[in-house]
């Protein structure tokens, strides 16, 4: 930066003559680069087509399962026509209503917590590498986890439970996302909320949050529709019940015995000989894209513009 | 120590001291003529070290920020201007490893010390950014921040603040019909006097500016400058700066900071013309940057 340089190029002694510079053939670079460019793009028409493949088939096969009674009423007695599967899907909603409720404010203050205050302290380092282990362990060990804490002990499987199975996966996932977009503000804005004599906490939730709560909506909401298709963790937890879901408090029938929901729902239907079950699963299964799909799509747009940080 | 009178600035300002860091203490009082002594020290920097983990970048600084002056802050790239400044209000303690250590005397108390209350210093000290740094929110609201932060008032005079600060920070004829815009629609020179009107709204004693034209173009550079020829008359303006040219419009006095050292320190006038050390006269030379 400052040391005198001792000659004009800073090489010091003086250079041997440079061999003339000898131009390189673009051909072999211009291939390379057209069969990169193909192969992207077949393996991006591969994926895509897979999907659609994939939501053509629900969508007809599903459809025709749609009417006003597919969300009204309760699914018909095995080998009778009609019925729906309203009681699945109030009981796919309540389960990630109470999931998200209890996920999504402490993954939130824990991603607060992890970007703003603990950094790279030594407990901030190991809370995120236990969060991030989470993450990747599979959701049917979660529920069954969930079944030996809670349901064994409590002698009954129940809504709850299922709940607190989407919530255990869902914290991780909130915190982190909490943290990496915390982590996108730049850290004038944190200095420029400091300087002018705002305490922490205030330029944290005013200023901080406020730059990035777009990002910081759309990480809960996706957290959200991400464990609303989740099966494997309700399996041992929530059960299924043929009945409506009659209140939160009590057994049976209510959010603290078996709860009906969609995945178990379809999971269990789509396994019966009998076609109208096997129809009431493909609808099932078309509400549960269409309401992940929708939402994605929904949050994309809604916050496309707000990127300022 | 030269005490050559040079211009109208030096003679309301007088001659502050030119010495090596050692030599500051001691220097001080011999070398002063009366019209320094006259002059009010806001903030005077006795001793300040600083360390970023286990690395020095300050080494024994010794400044005296006059009162309604402005002090220039030069010096190559990495010389520890802008660590210097942010000991003033402590914004560098957002960083763990950050530490400073000596005497930052402002208000007759030690900065540094641990007693200090941050949010009253900090509204005290206010502080303008290299990168211009609106809050999320409406042009009305980033100004009316600070104001709402320290001071109790009802709605209308915190609009008469509010329009007050855009108004002496030459933007309110640009931002009056869009003060319920957010304040990054607006263009960068923009942001960056949105950012000053934020900061003088709550009326602070000091105003640290690090490097505040070097993000935006030179338009909007002019009329930052001639905001800070307005606000001297309010303020004290402690600006960093690496544009010497600018140092020279704009400030009354100016220190020359190398490699954590403060090499020199005196009348810009004398600094730019008649510089006491070899290394100021290098680098105003250009011979380093």
């Not at chain 1, 991030?132 to 499987?157: C, D, E, K, T």
């Not at chain 1, 963790?233 to 209140?247: H, R, V």
């Not at chain 2, 080494?59 to 009162?67: A, C, G, S, V």
């Not at chain 2, 009305?140 to 109790?152: C, E, P, S, T, W």
Request: aromatic share 10%.
């Amino acid at each position: 930066m400052s040391a005198p340089a001792t000659s004009h190029n800073g090489r010091g002694l003086a250079p041997a003559p440079l061999k003339a510079l000898r131009p390189r053939s673009h051909g072999r670079r211009k291939a390379v680069d057209a069969a990169i460019r193909v192969f992207a793009w077949v393996a991006a028409t591969a994926g895509i087509a897979v999907m659609s493949l994939i939501v053509w088939e629900v969508v007809q096969r599903g459809f025709s399962a749609i009417d006003w009674a597919f969300f009204t009423e309760l699914p018909p007695v095995v080998g009778e026509d009609g019925g729906g599967l309203g009681n699945a899907i109030l009981g796919t909603l309540v389960i990630t209503f109470v999931a998200a409720l209890i996920a999504l404010p402490m993954g939130f203050f824990g991603g607060i917590w992890l970007a703003e205050f603990g950094r790279n302290g030594r407990i901030a380092t190991g809370i995120r590498m236990v969060a991030n282990v989470n993450m990747g362990i599979p959701s049917i060990v979660v529920g069954v986890f969930i079944f030996a804490a809670l349901v064994r002990p409590l002698q009954h499987y129940s809504g709850f439970a299922g709940s607190i199975a989407l919530a255990f996966i869902m914290l991780p996932v909130m915190a982190r996302t909490t943290e990496d977009i915390l982590n996108l503000v730049p850290n004038e804005l944190r200095e420029s909320g400091l300087a002018m004599g705002a305490p922490r906490w205030r330029v944290t939730l005013g200023v901080v949050i406020r730059a990035a709560r777009s990002g910081l909506i759309t990480g809960a909401v996706l957290a959200t529709v991400r464990v609303a298709g989740e099966t494997a963790p309700l399996l041992f937890t929530a059960l299924s019940s043929p009945y409506w879901l009659q209140g939160l408090f009590g057994p049976e029938g209510f959010f603290g015995g078996p709860t009906a929901n969609l995945t178990k729902t379809v999971y269990d239907f789509s396994g019966m000989p009998y076609e109208r079950m096997q129809e009431l699963a493909w609808g099932g299964a078309l509400v549960i894209i269409v309401a992940v799909l929708g939402l994605n799509v929904l949050m994309r747009l809604i916050f496309q513009r707000g990127k300022e940080w | 120590m030269v005490g050559t009178t040079v211009s109208e600035t030096l003679d309301q300002g007088g001659e502050i001291l030119v010495a090596p860091p050692t030599e500051v203490a001691a220097g001080r009082s011999a070398a002063m003529d009366e019209d320094f002594d006259k002059l009010e020290s806001v903030i005077s920097v006795r001793g300040l070290d600083f360390f970023y983990g286990k690395e020095q970048a300050l080494f024994d600084n010794h400044l005296e920020i006059k009162k309604n002056r402005v002090t220039a802050v030069i010096g190559p790239s990495g010389c520890g201007k802008s660590t210097h400044i942010r000991t003033y209000n402590r914004i560098y303690e957002l960083y763990r490893d950050h530490k400073a250590t000596g005497e930052v005397m402002f208000g007759g108390r030690n900065v540094l010390s641990s007693g200090t209350d941050l949010l009253d210093l900090r509204r005290r000290i206010g502080m303008i950014f290299q990168k211009p740094s609106p809050f999320p929110m409406t042009v009305f609201d980033n100004v009316a921040y600070g104001l709402r932060q320290h001071y109790k008032m009802n709605k209308a005079e915190l609009s008469d603040r509010v329009e007050d600060a855009l108004k002496r920070s030459a933007l309110w004829e640009e931002v009056k019909h869009k003060l319920g815009e957010p304040g990054i629609a607006l263009s960068g020179g923009q942001q960056q006097r949105l950012c000053i009107a934020r900061c003088i709204a709550s009326e602070p004693d000091v105003v640290l500016m690090d490097e505040p034209c070097s993000a935006i173009d030179p338009v909007a550079t002019a009329k930052i400058e001639e905001l800070i020829n307005a606000l001297k008359a309010n303020y004290t303006i402690v600006i960093v700066t690496h544009n010497m040219q600018q140092a020279a419009r704009v400030s009354d006095y100016t220190a020359f900071f190398y490699e954590g050292y403060i090499v020199e320190v005196g009348p810009t006038t004398q600094i730019f013309s008649n510089p006491q050390e070899r290394q100021t006269e290098d680098y105003i030379t250009g011979r380093f940057s």
